[in-house]
């Protein structure tokens, strides 16, 4: 007996970075204020949002993380806009013959308030993914004040990413 199952992948995904005075704050791929004037610090525009996402996608199909593509090293990637380069690696996952079936992110920040910026990031990454809205899932928690992001050190994200063979 043959199975008609179709044949799927899931990879997961992390990342954190400090929080620093004199750095934009983008998450999605959204320019935020934080209270307290603090943004990422990153060789890119460090938006770990887009970052996981990327990282569950590569781990998906074990092509190792983001740094394997984009090393902090290289002068190419200072600066870099995330979202331009989760399209590199959506079009890696399709040259490789895999479709993102969606994907879901959870951030951990205790500010600032995330919700009200969670459907442009959505919007905004769905449109890089080449996927609909309703299959990228973010959410955003805080840390109960527990640990670097409770104490305003941090924001990080954790994502899962699930493909479909084409």
Not at 95 to 124: F, Q
Request: glycine letters at 10%; proline letters at 7%; hydrophobic letters at 45%.
């Amino acid at each position: 007996m043959t199975s008609s199952v179709p044949s799927l992948r899931i990879g997961n995904g992390y990342d954190i970075h400090r929080l620093v005075p004199g750095r934009p704050l983008i998450l999605g791929g959204q320019q935020l204020e934080h209270p307290a004037g603090l943004g990422l610090d990153g060789h890119s525009d460090a938006d770990v949002l887009v970052h996981a996402i990327m990282d569950a996608l590569l781990g998906a199909l074990s092509l190792g993380d983001i740094g394997k593509y984009f090393p902090p090293e290289d002068p190419q990637w200072k600066g870099a806009d995330s979202l331009v380069l989760l399209e590199q690696v959506v079009a890696l996952v399709k040259a490789r013959g895999w479709c993102v079936v969606n994907v879901d992110a959870v951030l951990i920040a205790e500010r600032p308030k995330l919700k009200p910026h969670i459907e442009a990031m959505r919007s905004a990454i769905a449109l890089r993914i080449g996927v609909a809205p309703d299959q990228v899932g973010v959410k955003a928690t805080t840390n109960e004040k527990l640990g670097p992001e409770g104490r305003e050190e941090g924001i990080s994200c954790q994502a899962v990413a699930l493909l479909q063979a084409l």
